[in-house]
């Protein structure tokens, strides 16, 4: 009984990841949601190698470590380095206050697991019920990207969304093939120090990384 | 038979002639000297050419051809018949004539103006040639496109001055608009199956509704292109932006490609010889011609500017074949084929005879542009005495337009008469009264014509210059120089050919007809009177001769001209004119354009939208101010602009500028296409 | 061999500028690579001529077992880049227009540098930027592999991304930050696409390697669990379809074009945005083979019509001349997603070759856009005048490019236009009006905006450096010649594709 | 058709309407001085005044034109040719195929249109005045003129006068109430066309009101006596159509002889109770202003239309 003590693991790892979309959705502080991300991270190499381990496909277990070291380790630190240097560890305003953003969160919950079960009734993974809650996860990054103002949380909910994805793409079908895994690790690393540039640059232009002052393009 | 094995290759080649001469002149860039000296005389040769193989072909069964270019399923398919035959023998000799002129009017063009101006002048000869000879959707499409937009920068040659800028892309906003509209009706015609052949089209059989609804895009689309109101915005602003023999063009040729769009789509495609063609869209193209017919003249006469009143007479003239051929579809609808092949004769010879008589009557306007520099008539003035040959081809050309006999306007005005005469074979009690009617428009919009040409040339041509010598140019303005002459020359022997040799024309047009609808007049008719007599019907009915006609008042005139002569004596004394006891009598007391047109401001004041400025007691220098705008632009044109700037106002709102809505909009749309996929 | 040419080129083209970009001979090293690469997709292009579909590295490419390394590679590249007839044509095309492009480029940079806009360390940047990213649109185009694709797809935003924020200018950067940031959560939602493609391909092909290769998703494509591929679809099509510009999802489109240099206005118009709907059609047609037309016809056919008609009235509203043009684009990519969604084999035909021409033309209009508004010094078109008195050829190519992609015969975007139109007329005869109504405010807005510019008189000042106006005209040459004459094997690999498509 | 005795017919007819036409004016103006109480003139007098401008010097303004020189020519031309159109003594006369009803109303129009002209000519303020007047009237009276001759046509089947003379004539008597309309229009056309009271005044020598009187003031001698003649003959071709239309009977038929002489009884009764009427309208009416004019023609039109529209109702 092995595997379905497995996948019951991967199960609580995805019912984790959602409590922490949801944490970040109610985060207004910075660092905070940098820790989120981390513990997000985590969750997600974790439940990859349990996957690896509970189906034997080695190339996971490479995908795990890349996690780990992108996730969890990587990109936390450069963000938090960039706060640092750039002083920006206020308080989060948001377009909408948080209950109803949350209210509106767990609407796209149900939404979502609706969606999700016909598709998932037919898979033939063990871990085929995450599949709802990746897709939860995204929506609420998602969510939590349009809710936000200011440039920093935007991109931490985008990384946010980028890890609903990985669990998806690990969790619910064991993993893509190793080149997409390593272009889609590739991608989310250089954009990530883009933005890290980005982050320069309209500080440097505008003074502030609030978003509401890119506002001038538009139809009048 | 002909100098060349068949007509449609023939044509084809002068068509390709054309181009060759267009892109010739780009060649040796910076050399205008071929441009100069030798692009006009060849378009023109190669105009005479096509006229030739044209008329050859009215005689000749339809031909037809492929050409290894166009789409991959559908290559260029051409097509030479009697009606194609007939329209290009009108663009070969019409053209032929302004090409010749225009050898002259562009002869002191800057250099690299005038090879731009040769090479857009001849594309434009060459895709009306291919719009007449096309015989599937695709290339119509391409040539009647490739049409407008040649013509496009031709109207913009003088684009420096901004009021001609906007009258380009007016022209072209309804040309394309109108193109559109067409592609619609083709898209109708064929109805889902088969190809965009014409063969194809007039194969596919229709719903009678969805006829009708062919046939109004048709009516449409063409009536864009050829002005029909209320689509004319266009066409007095473009018309007299353009240099003069290009106006010519445009209001001699450009424009009757679409009458002869509208003939092949109803009376070809849609019609055919199966007997499709309603009378209900006879009513309408009655009505709208009708409406044409009188708007058009009717601001022609409170025009002051030369070029724009020719222009909206030929809005009228448009009426008046729409009129034509709105009585043939009633008499086809109601089964009367004889008698709407008389009506549909009426308006194709109408089409040539106003060819050739707006050509000749813009290359005089150009003429006296060209040495004056003038196109307000409020300014001009005894003009014969410096431009006496100008004048004279003027006059032919003002008769003609005034529907006077013995020239050529008279006779297709008759026939379209004798047509609304046939009223009387109807069974539709209401339709056979209202036919007269739109005859009475017609004979209104003649007598009003002949009122306005009475205006114009009295005026242009006639008295005195209004201003003293050394502050006007009009006493020095020089005659036409040769070419232009030849041209106005090759046009003037058009209107008197085609006046007094109407028969010979309509045993071709009847050619034209019965290859249409498969019934023409009786030939009988036509030819057992001989030459001389032109008999549509039966000589009991009607009949009249332009030849004799002609020679009979020629005579008259000279014998009391001879009798006085010889029995009078012939003194004659000079003096000033006689000043009805007024000694302070002016130059500047002649009626200027705006007051001759005054009476008619006064009898018809709803129709004109007029801003009058009157000097007041006090003003030390008097002005007198008369704007005469286009009610169409008010109830029509503008409101739809600001209409679709209302809905662009609303739109916008879609991009704020915020990143979060964005972002909003794309989250939206997934989850509702979520939504949607369960 | 050719696609690893055609792959290598730009990537060693983008080394290289990135150590050399801001030499002064920088522009004709990038213009060299771009030639080396447009010949080296000649070569491809004549050996799919001769051969016929290619998929690379298939079974005959036998390695030296003993050779681990090599074996491993191979097993990492085996059948993973495949060319037919539907990439075929657009491999060239974007090789060509990049290559044209970086001709445009070597006055145009030059003439912003003497302006002070751009120092040398950005030129190295746009220069090494600008290979990376024709790499990109090559590699998305001729992966086999749906993943790779993806990956190739966010590649492209990633290089570009800098690209549109090269002035630092605050509306530069606030450009390139929504491009980054929309265009990235959109492939956000492909990628999810992907993973559900996979999801339910490996049921039937089993995990591992082939379940997202094309060439084999295309073979199975029946037997894919329909409602996944639904849900798939919706994802790749809102994913993709931010990246084409497709209304509502268009809004970072106008402020990137209108902000970033003209070279990368131009092929992100003329290139980039075909590669996005290049990739909607390929999962379009994987989706249509598992659920019949109706489903993501009908969707391509909606998006592409509101994406007509909102960008046509969008258009009249426009200040700036790039961000006129931009909004052009999502009309043009409109239709051809209409006629996409659409299917049949003439409505493909003429998607696929409004994409030809579309690209070409757009691309000679940014060509000219770009030297106007340099000679005029700034992109508001009301200051823009004359510009047939201060260059003619400049003025006559923005002329006859505007007429091109409004429509007008013999051009040969009125050709695809015919075919959309028709086949709307007699299969979806209520989308027509709207069409029509787009067709029309396009034409009123531009040609009214296009006019003033180009014709009357001016003030502005002859430009210094000579424009490149070869690129104009050989765009618009082949424009025209589409109009008229189709080439026999173009029209071999339309019909190919369009029955691939169907 | 063209039979010599048919061509004699056609010489003596235009002949006897260019001699007859002046005594037809001097029929008019005697009827009307006896009507106003005036002793009337010679009824040759019009002869007189053509004698003696024939004999006057002609002058010219200096800036005369050939238009200005050759338009007294045309314009007799013109109306010689309309009465030998116009079935006066005789039908089936051979000229009258070569012009029907519609080219004879071209035929006053091509005159009208030359009158104006050589009016605008000299460029004096009055010709201009007279020139616009005369088009105003005549764009009005010309379409009911025209539809006023479509009744006929419509009834006879015909726009030929012949055809249409010989129909009416040769029908039994009966009262047709679209020819009454027609003949009420017709004569206002005809009042209007003629330069008479109540839209202009043949008298008259005051220049702000007249408008024939205007267009030739330019005019002298011979030149103005060959205008004066083709205004006489047009009255009289006007009043023949008019007796050809409505009161048709007694006219000959082209060679035969025999009835000619009741022909020319017949006509010279209708013309001089013609005249005496003309002569009566003109003392019982006055002048309109001008622009009432339109009205009065529009009028005319309207009754003409009316008249064709009650041949089809009635007809059925």
């Known amino acids: 009984m092995a595997i379905p003590l497995l996948a019951q693991l991967v199960n609580v790892l995805a019912a984790f990841l959602l409590l922490i979309a949801f944490a970040m959705l109610s985060q207004r502080r910075v660092l905070t949601l940098i820790k989120l991300l981390a513990w997000q991270g985590a969750a997600l190499a974790t439940s990859t190698a349990i996957v690896a381990w509970s189906t034997g496909q080695t190339h996971l277990y490479y995908s795990a470590l890349i996690t780990v070291l992108l996730k969890v380790i990587l990109i936390p630190w450069v963000l938090h380095r960039l706060i640092d240097r750039l002083f920006v560890r206020w308080d989060i305003e948001t377009l909408i206050n948080i209950p109803t953003t949350m209210l509106i969160g767990i609407g796209l919950v149900i939404f979502a697991f609706a969606l999700a079960t016909p598709i998932s009734q037919m898979a033939t993974t063990l871990t085929r019920s995450t599949l709802g809650i990746a897709l939860a996860s995204v929506l609420l990054s998602f969510l939590m990207m349009i809710v936000r103002q200011k440039a920093v949380p935007q991109v931490i909910g985008f990384l946010a969304m980028e890890n609903g994805l990985f669990f998806a793409a690990t969790s619910a079908t064991y993993g893509m093939p190793l080149v997409v895994e390593l272009g889609v690790a590739l991608d989310v690393l250089v954009g990530t120090f883009i933005f890290g540039i980005f982050f320069f640059h309209i500080r440097e232009r505008f003074d502030s990384l609030d978003i509401r002052h890119m506002e001038k393009l538009k139809e009048d | 038979m002909g100098v060349l094995p068949s007509p449609l290759a023939g044509s084809l080649l002068v068509a390709a002639a054309w181009l060759v001469v267009a892109v010739a002149g780009l060649i040796p860039a910076g050399n205008a000297a071929f441009a100069r000296r030798f692009a006009f005389p060849l378009g023109a040769a190669a105009g005479v050419a096509l006229a030739a193989l044209g008329l050859q072909a009215v005689w000749l069964p339809a031909q037809t051809l492929t050409l290894p270019l166009g789409l991959p399923d559908l290559p260029f398919h051409v097509r030479m018949d009697p009606l194609a035959g007939f329209f290009l023998m009108l663009l070969g000799s019409v053209s032929a004539g302004i090409s010749v002129y225009a050898a002259g009017y562009f002869r002191e063009e ?20 291919f719009v007449l000879l096309a015989d599937d959707a695709y290339l119509f499409m391409v040539a009647w496109e490739t049409m407008a937009l040649s013509s496009y920068f031709l109207v913009i040659t003088d684009h420096q001055r901004p009021a001609i800028r906007s009258a380009g892309f007016l022209y072209l906003l309804i040309a394309h608009l109108g193109a559109i509209a067409i592609l619609l009706c083709f898209g109708v015609l064929h109805g889902g199956r088969g190809d965009y052949t014409f063969d194809a089209l007039r194969a596919a059989q229709l719903q009678p509704a969805w006829a009708s609804v062919a046939f109004l895009l048709a009516f449409f689309g063409f009536g864009a292109k050829a002005g029909m109101i209320p689509l004319h915005a266009w066409l007095p602003e473009a018309h007299p932006a353009a240099p003069s023999p290009v106006s010519a063009l445009m209001s001699g040729i450009m424009i009757k490609t679409a009458i002869y769009g509208m003939v092949r789509v109803t009376f070809d495609l849609i019609g055919g010889t199966s007997g499709n063609i309603r ?66 004769i009426a308006a194709l010879y109408h089409t040539l005879n106003h060819a050739v008589f707006k050509g000749l009557l813009f290359l005089g306007a150009g003429s006296i542009l060209h040495s004056t520099g003038m196109r307000n008539l409020n ?21 003609a337009i005034s529907a006077l006999p013995p020239l050529n306007g008279f006779v297709s005005e008759w026939l379209t008469f004798q047509a609304a005469l046939q009223a009387t074979v109807l069974q539709h009690g209401v339709v056979r009264s209202l036919l007269p009617l739109f005859a009475a428009t017609l004979a209104l919009a003649g007598a009003l014509t002949a009122m306005c040409f009475v205006k114009v040339y009295g005026i242009a041509f006639l008295g005195r210059a209004r201003e003293p010598a050394h502050r006007s140019p009009l006493p020095h303005a020089g005659d036409a120089g040769p070419m232009e002459r030849y041209g106005m020359a090759w046009l003037a022997a058009g209107c008197f050919v085609l006046g007094l040799f109407p028969t010979s024309f309509l045993l071709m047009l009847n050619r034209v007809g019965v290859s249409l609808t498969g019934h023409g007049l009786s030939e009988d008719a036509l030819l057992g009177s001989g030459w001389l007599w032109l008999v549509p019907t039966a000589m009991g009915q009607a009949s009249y001769s332009p030849v004799i006609f002609f020679v009979v008042i020629v005579a008259v005139t000279l014998l009391a001209f001879l009798l006085v002569r010889r029995f009078y004596h012939g003194r004659l004394r000079f003096s000033d004119p006689w000043d009805c006891g007024y000694p302070e009598q002016t130059s500047r007391m002649q009626d200027t354009a705006d007051a001759f047109g005054q009476p008619i401001r006064h009898v018809f004041g709803p129709i004109y939208r007029t801003d009058r400025r009157l000097p007041g007691p006090e003003d030390t220098e008097p002005r007198y101010s008369l ?28 991009q704020q500028g915020r990143i979060s809505i964005y972002l909003l909009y794309s989250f939206i749309t997934l989850i509702a296409l979520l939504v949607f996929v369960r | 061999m050719e696609i690893a040419l055609v792959l290598g080129v730009p990537l060693l083209g983008a080394l290289l500028l990135a150590l050399a970009g801001h030499r002064s001979w920088a522009p004709e090293l990038n213009a060299t690579m771009s030639f080396a690469t447009f010949f080296a997709t000649t070569l491809l292009t004549a050996r799919v001529i001769a051969g016929g579909t290619m998929v690379w590295l298939d079974e005959r490419f036998i390695v030296d077992p003993s050779n681990v390394l090599l074996v491993a590679l191979a097993g990492l590249l085996r059948e993973q880049f495949f060319v037919d007839p539907f990439n075929v044509f657009l491999v060239a095309l974007t090789a060509f227009v990049g290559f044209t492009t970086a001709l445009f480029s070597r006055p145009y940079m030059r003439t912003e540098q003497d302006h002070g806009r751009v120092n040398p360390a950005r030129l190295r940047l746009y220069h090494s930027m600008y290979q990376l990213f024709t790499f990109t649109m090559l590699l998305c185009l001729l992966s086999n592999n749906v993943g790779v694709m993806w990956v190739a797809m966010e590649g492209a935003t990633l290089s570009t991304v800098l690209l549109v924020s090269l002035y630092r200018t605050p509306a530069s950067l606030e450009a390139a930050w929504k491009y980054f940031i929309l265009c990235s959560v959109g492939l956000a939602q492909a990628l999810f696409g992907t993973i559900l493609l996979y999801f339910a391909a ?42 084409v510009g497709l209304v509502p999802l268009h809004n970072w489109l106008p402020d990137a074009h209108a902000e970033g240099p003209t070279p990368i206005s131009a092929v992100l118009s003329g290139l980039l945005l075909n590669v996005a709907l290049y990739a909607v059609v390929r999962s379009k047609v994987l989706v249509d083979g598992a659920l019949g037309r109706n489903f993501s016809g009908g969707l391509m056919m909606g998006f592409g019509l509101l994406s007509v008609v909102v960008a046509a009235f969008f258009l009249s509203r426009q200040r700036d001349i790039k961000r006129m043009f931009a909004y052009s684009s999502v009309e043009h990519m409109g239709i051809m997603t209409f006629a996409f969604g659409m299917g049949g084999a003439v409505a493909a035909f003429a998607g696929l070759l409004h994409m030809t021409v579309h690209s070409l033309t757009k691309s000679a209009i940014f060509f000219t856009v770009g030297h106007a508004s340099q000679a005029a010094g700034t992109q508001n078109m009301d200051s823009i005048r004359g510009l047939i008195q201060t260059s003619p050829t400049l003025g006559w190519g923005l002329v006859l490019g ?75 040459a082949i424009v025209l010649a589409l109009g008229l004459y189709i080439p026999p094997y173009l029209v071999g690999w339309y019909r190919q594709a369009a029955a691939l498509i169907g | ?67 200005f020189r050759w338009t007294p020519y045309i314009l007799f031309g013109c109306m010689w040719l309309a009465a030998g159109i116009v079935p006066v003594l005789a039908t089936g006369l051979p000229f009258a195929p070569a012009a029907d009803i519609i080219a004879l109303v071209g035929v006053f129009a091509l005159a009208r249109m030359f009158s104006a002209l050589a009016a605008m000519d000299i460029g004096t303020s009055f010709g201009g005045l007279g020139a616009r007047r005369e088009m105003l009237i005549g764009f009005l009276a010309e379409p009911a003129m025209l539809m006023t001759l479509f009744t006929a046509a419509f009834m006879s089947g015909s726009t030929q006068l012949t055809t249409i003379v010989d129909t009416l004539a040769h029908r039994e008597f009966a009262l047709y109430p679209s020819l009454a309309f027609a003949a009420v229009a017709f004569l206002m056309v005809l009042l209007a066309e003629n330069a008479r009271i109540p839209i202009d005044n043949p008298t008259t020598h005051l220049e702000l009101t007249m408008v024939h009187e205007a267009l030739i003031l330019e005019y002298s001698a011979r030149h103005l006596a060959l205008i004066e003649w083709a205004v006489a003959i047009k009255l009289f071709a006007y009043m023949t159509i008019g007796i050809a239309l409505f009161a048709p009977w007694g006219i000959a038929d082209a060679g035969d002889w025999s009835a000619l002489p009741y022909a020319f009884a017949a006509l010279a009764g209708k013309l001089a109770l013609a005249g005496a009427g003309l002569a009566l309208i003109e003392t019982l009416l006055a002048k309109l202003r001008l622009f009432l004019a339109p009205e009065f023609l529009s009028t005319a039109f309207l009754l003409a239309v009316l008249g064709m529209l009650t041949h089809f109702l009635v007809k059925g």
């Open chain 4, 1 to 67: 058709m063209s039979s010599a005795p048919g061509i004699a017919f056609q010489i003596l007819q235009s002949v006897f309407v260019v001699l007859a036409a002046p005594l037809l004016v001097g029929w008019v103006n005697q009827c009307r001085a006896w009507l106003q109480n005036r002793s009337a003139p010679s009824i040759l007098l019009p002869y007189y005044t053509l004698a003696k401008l024939f004999n006057k010097d002609a002058v010219f303004a200096h800036d005369a034109s050939p238009i």
């Open chain 3, 402 to 476: 505007s007429l091109a992609i409004l429509g007008l015969p013999p051009f040969g975007v009125f050709t695809s236009e015919f075919m959309v139109l028709t086949t709307a007329m007699h299969e979806h005869s209520w989308a027509t009006p709207f069409l029509l109504v787009a067709l029309v405010v396009a034409f009123a807005s531009i040609f009214g905006r296009v006019q003033p510019m180009v014709f009357g008189e001016t003030t502005a000042q002859r430009l210094p450096r000579g424009p490149a106006l070869v690129p104009v005209f050989a765009h618009l």
């Open chain 2, 627 to 654: 704007k005469v705008e286009d009610r169409h632009w008010y109830w029509l044109y503008l409101p739809v602009a600001r209409a679709a700037e209302i809905v662009s106002s609303k739109i916008a709102l879609l």
């Open chain 2, 279 to 344: 009378w209900e869209w006879g009513m309408a193209v009655l009505v709208v011609g009708a409406g044409t017919t009188l708007f058009g003249v009717l601001y022609a006469l409170v025009q002051h500017d030369l070029k724009r009143l020719l222009a909206y007479h030929s809005v009228e003239n448009i009426g008046i074949i729409l009129l034509g051929l709105g009585m043939a579809m009633v008499f086809i609808g109601f089964g009367h084929p004889a008698a709407g092949a008389l009506g549909l």
């Open chain 2, 110 to 129: 800057p250099s690299g103006r005038l090879t731009l101006i040769s090479m857009q002048y001849h594309v434009f000869l060459a895709s009306m040639a």
């Open chain 2, 379 to 399: 300014d001009m003035g005894g003009l014969i005495r410096g431009m006496p040959k100008t004048a004279f081809y003027f006059l032919i050309g003002a008769l």
């Open chain 3, 202 to 243: 490996e049921k039937v092909l089993g995990p591992g390697g082939t379940a997202l290769l094309w060439t084999h998703l295309h073979q199975v494509r029946g037997q894919l669990e329909p409602t996944v591929l639904s849900l798939a679809f919706v994802f790749l099509l809102v994913g993709y379809g931010t990246k």
